[in-house]
């Protein structure tokens, strides 16, 4: 079981960003090129309001020490990849997704031990929290540049293959998460009988304040719908893999990956939810106002 798993969960993701690539044309990325300050703040936003909130959280529901160091470590953690398939199927800016997911991992190298003193500092404990260069480096690689870009490749080549498998490959994209829901709570069923409880409401209030945050810096930027739920579910979408690889390998901590991955299984259904919203949103304000012929 755990080496299906460990196959269908990296296979899964490339798929789905494969999706996302073949969404995507260079004027897309050029276009994010011409607004360096949405860039600027959805690469350095979450740097510095998240950590304060996730602070705020631990100190309103005082969760056991292995949940709230949990909850710190997502918190310090890069953007999640799988952001960008949210975009994709909420239809908002996913070429600015792509690249704020990219320089998110690029600079958590430095960010990551960052944020861990100044956790450190706060609560007076040390956390330990290293980046994992390895792990960040195969991931900007292997299951970001590589699946956009054969996307891409293929929307280059072949226009009209990408152009006619295009609703296919984004209801592909919803049943692949749904997969992904099913596989992970598969495999880590034990862990959240005992602890689900413990951390859904502290991962679901991290996740929906997250995400009005990024709503909110969106608006003061006088960003376009689109761009603005791109940059809230930016700020949602924590790097878990990241996470349970600090967790893990760096620290010999398992019990601070429990937080991770109840995240993730809290994430994905909210964040289905915020993009039908979304889109019912967008297509009713489409119907009220209709492109002129």
Known sequence: MKTFVDVAIPLITFLLLTAVG???TAADFARVR???RLVAAGVLGPLVLLPPLALALQHVFAPPWAVGAGLLLVAACPIGGISNTYSLLAGAATALSVTLTGASCLLAVATLPA????????LGR????TAPVGALVAQLLFMLTLPVATGMLVRRRWPRVAE?????????????LGLLIVIVVWDQVELFRSALFETARLAAGFVALSFAVGW???GLLRAEARERFTLAMEF???????????AVTLLGRVEFAVFATSYFLTELPLALVAVTVF??????AAARDPVPA
């Open 22 to 24: 073949l969404d995507l």
């Open 34 to 36: 011409r607004q360096p």
């Open 115 to 122: 944020q861990a003193r100044l956790f450190e500092a706060v």
């Open 126 to 129: 040390p956390l330990g929290f």
């Open 164 to 176: 006619r498998h295009s609703l296919g490959l984004r209801r592909l994209a919803a049943w692949g």
């Open 216 to 218: 909110a810096l969106g």
């Open 236 to 246: 949602a979408t924590r790097n878990v893999a990241v996470a349970t690889a600090v």
């Open 279 to 284: 889109r019912r949103d967008q297509a009713r």
